[in-house]
Each structure stands twice: as structure tokens, then as C-alpha cells.
T-cell receptor
Framework: QKEVEQNSGPLSVPEGAIASLNCTYSDRGSQSFFWYRQYSGKSPELIMSIYSNGDKEDGRFTAQLNKASQYVSLLIRDSQPSDSATYLCAVLNDYKLSFGAGTTVTVRA | DTAVSQTPKYLVTQMGNDKSIKCEQNLGHDTMYWYKQDSKKFLKIMFSYNNKELIINETVPNRFSPKSPDKAHLNLHINSLELGDSAVYFC?????????????FGSGTQLSVL
């Protein structure tokens, strides 16, 4: 079983819609959770971090964490063409940050 | 000024050659990393150094040897390159040994082994 798994993409959403990305992790001892965005040909950049159960909102982004279910999600509201990218879920455990394979999102104008 | 810079951006070489990738960060961070991203976008940690000391060494062939002359630099040397080494290699840094810290990535080195 992979340490971090993301729902397979690609995910295509119309402009203005909500994009929903899911991630599960295998190690219950994982401490911190992150979402990185990676545009094609570019390096990953951090967009959200979440450490405790519940929701965390930052602009159009909302991260949700459920440690009992070992589940992290990212919602992108009012999706824009500029949100078209690959979104990487990352989980921290014992100083090691493990990434999922990413979900590619395409926002259709 | 670029926060984390790595060179070269592209590296095309023949199988069996030895090559190096250099990385420098000007953020004053204590910890630096090498990640490998394969063609399926899977990003996997290879090494991590904290203040020049190796703290993470994943299952990586010993043809890969990192070197950290000081905490601002982490270079990656690869011996006897193989076709399977073709990938994008990202250098990254964080302020402290990774806790809840943000990773800053370099722009990546696209390695193609022919």
C-alpha cells in the first residue's frame, strides 16, 4: 500500500464550479498535512497546510482533515482557468514528507 | 533573487556517464532535500541534510551521492547513469528539520539519459 494515495485524475471542471480532491494516508501517526500545487513544467508550491481535524479555509481553498478516517481533502471553490494544475497531497511523519502521485485538474472556460 | 537555485536546468547525457547537479539556497534554512519526480509526477524524497548532516537517506542506489559543503549548498552526484535515472530532480529547503515547515523547491533539473 502506498503511503499517500490520491484519487486518480484527470479532473475536469467548468469555470466557477467546485473542484474536490481527495487523499488518504496509511500511517496513523502522521502529524501534518499539506497540499502543493504544481503547474506543468514548474516546481511544487505550498497552497494549504492543516494539522488538526476539521476544516481550514484560505480564500477559495478549503482543506479538510479527518484523522480517524486518515483522509484529507481539498476543495477549490469558484474554479478559475488559472487553477489548472496538478495538486499534490503531502503527509509528514517522522521528519519525512511523503507525496501522493497528484491529481491533475483542468478548469474549462 | 532566486531562493533555491539549482543547475543545470536540463541535463542530457549518455548511459554510463557521471554527472552532478548543484543546489544553493539563500534563505538561511537549516535543512535541504533532494526529491526525484518520475514521468508519472510521483515525487519521492531521496536525501535530506540538516546543517550538513545526513538525516534522511531513502532506498536509493549508492550510485547517488549527496554532498553538503555547508548548510546553504547540497549537491547531487550520480555515477554510472542508467536509463531509469531519467526524471526531474528537485532540490528543496526548509527552515528547520521538517516539522510543520513549508518546503521551498528549486526549479528542477530535467535529466535525460540516452
Amino acid at each position: 500500500q502506498k503511503e499517500v494515495e490520491q484519487n486518480s485524475g484527470p479532473l475536469s471542471v467548468p469555470e466557477g464550479a467546485i473542484a474536490s480532491l481527495n487523499c488518504t494516508y496509511s500511517d496513523r501517526g502522521s502529524q501534518s498535512f499539506f497540499w502543493y500545487r504544481q503547474y506543468s513544467g514548474k516546481s511544487p508550491e505550498l497552497i494549504m497546510s492543516i494539522y488538526s481535524n476539521g476544516d481550514k479555509e484560505d480564500g477559495r481553498f478549503t482543506a479538510q482533515l479527518n484523522k480517524a478516517s486518515q483522509y484529507v481533502s481539498l476543495l477549490i471553490r469558484d474554479s478559475q482557468p488559472s487553477d489548472s494544475a496538478t495538486y499534490l497531497c503531502a503527509v509528514l511523519n517522522d521528519y519525512k514528507l511523503s507525496f501522493g502521485a497528484g491529481t491533475t485538474v483542468t478548469v474549462r472556460a | 533573487d532566486t531562493a533555491v537555485s539549482q543547475t543545470p536546468k536540463y541535463l542530457v547525457t549518455q548511459m554510463g556517464n557521471d554527472k552532478s547537479i548543484k543546489c544553493e539556497q539563500n534563505l538561511g534554512h537549516d535543512t535541504m532535500y533532494w526529491y526525484k519526480q518520475d514521468s508519472k509526477k510521483f515525487l519521492k524524497i531521496m536525501f535530506s541534510y540538516n546543517n550538513k548532516e545526513l538525516i534522511i537517506n531513502e532506498t536509493v542506489p549508492n550510485r547517488f551521492s549527496p554532498k553538503s559543503p555547508d548548510k546553504a549548498h547540497l549537491n547531487l552526484h550520480i555515477n554510472s547513469l542508467e536509463l531509469g535515472d531519467s526524471a526531474v530532480y528537485f532540490c528543496a529547503s526548509s527552515q528547520k528539520t521538517l516539522s510543520n515547515e513549508k518546503l521551498f523547491f528549486g526549479s528542477g533539473t530535467q535529466l535525460s539519459v540516452l
